[in-house]
Every structure is written in C-alpha cells, then in structure tokens.
C-alpha cells in the first residue's frame, strides 16, 4: 500500500473547541532572554514529530460519539480519537496520528501520510436533489483535474435512506458515500483521506458503525 508523504504545517489555529475534541493547550510562546552582543542566544529546540511511532492497534473495546452537528453517531475503537478541523469536518484518528498532529500544531517539523475516516457535509445552496448534486461535483471534479479523472456512481442505501456511492480519482479509484440526513437536512459525505488504495469494504466497515440520530 502506497501512501503519499505529507508535510504537515499546522497553525495553532487548526484546532476549535468542540463536544467531540479537547481543545488542546497552546504553550506560553518563549521569549528571548537577555543577552549582551558578543553572547550568541540559545535557541529553543523544537520538537521531531517524526519520533511518533505509526504502529498502533485498534481497541478491541468501541465507544459512541455523538456527532449532532451532521445527525449521525459513530462507534470507533475506545483508544482512537476525534478532531474537529476548522472547515467543519470531523476526523477519526488513531492516537499516534492524533498526537502526531497535535505535535505539528505546537510547532514541532516533520510529517508523514495518514489514513483516516472522514465526515463532512457537503453547501448545497440550491437545495438539488442529492444524485443531481453528486453529478454536478463530479463535473466540476473533472473540469479542474483534468481528463484523467475518473468516477463513476451508483444507488446505495444506508439505514433505510437512499444514497449514492462515489467511487473517484485519477490513478485509483476511492469510494467516498453522499446522503442527506432527515434531522439536519443537508448532505454529508463519508470518506477516508489516504493517498492509497482501498476498496469499497473499507468505506463499508465505516457505515456499519454509522446510526442515525
């Protein structure tokens, strides 16, 4: 499995307050200490994010997050973690990734791909039906990527609704699940973010820990 390396540069800012994710504490920044001008200062050494070890196995314990914002709850393995990012999206996050992001945002350097479940909803201003509006994103999709951009979409459904499975890209194809959720009225979509290839089983083991609200 081929994953992309990511430089992660995070601001301090990439983390909000939410029910899903303690706010994490920013550090009190250093201040320059007196010094004469033949003395050299001593700078601050920052922190190797890439001493965070990626192995790390799922609990075989599950706890529910509720997460009202999209009307759906979600079981996840009892030591994996939420975040909440500041474009609204929620990721789910196994702890070293988690501290791993956590450790850029306190300024620390380095980085490598991760692999995670997202949820996110998707503007539809115009209120279009939900296929007609997978349609026109997948358009629009092809017209900034390029010819070498493929998907292709069928009915799927999930917990009585009907949705629409997305399988998309251009050197392999990933599935990403579009329904709209009856108490919040409005689209969401379920995905995993990974420069890698995974089939349909894997969006599939995301939905089956999925209820709606």
Request: charged content about 25%; hydrophobic content about 40%; aromatic content about 10%.
């Amino acid at each position: 499995m081929r994953t992309r390396f990511v430089l992660l540069l995070f601001l301090p800012s990439l983390f909000v307050s939410s029910p899903v994710l303690p706010a994490l504490t920013k550090e009190p920044k250093a201040t320059a200490a007196s010094f004469s001008p033949t003395i050299s200062p001593i700078l601050a050494q920052r922190e190797n994010c890439l001493d965070y070890d990626r192995n790390v196995k799922p609990s075989t314990q599950k706890k529910t997050v509720d997460l009202k914002q999209f009307g759906i709850q979600i079981k996840i393995p009892k030591n994996f973690r939420t975040m909440l990012r500041n474009n609204g999206e929620v990721w789910i996050l196994n702890p070293v990734d988690y501290d791993l992001i956590a450790c850029t945002a306190r300024g620390g350097f380095g980085g490598r791909g991760l692999y995670h479940p997202y949820i996110r909803r998707i503007p539809n201003p115009n209120n279009l039906p939900l296929r007609r509006l997978v349609i026109q994103r997948e358009r629009a999709k092809k017209f900034k990527v390029g010819k070498w951009y493929r998907s292709s979409m069928k009915p799927y459904q999930f917990s009585g609704l009907d949705g629409v499975l997305v399988e998309s890209g251009v050197r392999s194809l990933r599935p990403s699940y579009f329904m709209k959720i009856p108490k919040i009225g409005q689209v969401v979509e379920i995905g995993i973010g990974c420069d890698c290839e995974f089939d349909n089983t894997q969006i599939f083991e995301v939905l089956k820990n999925i209820t709606l609200l």
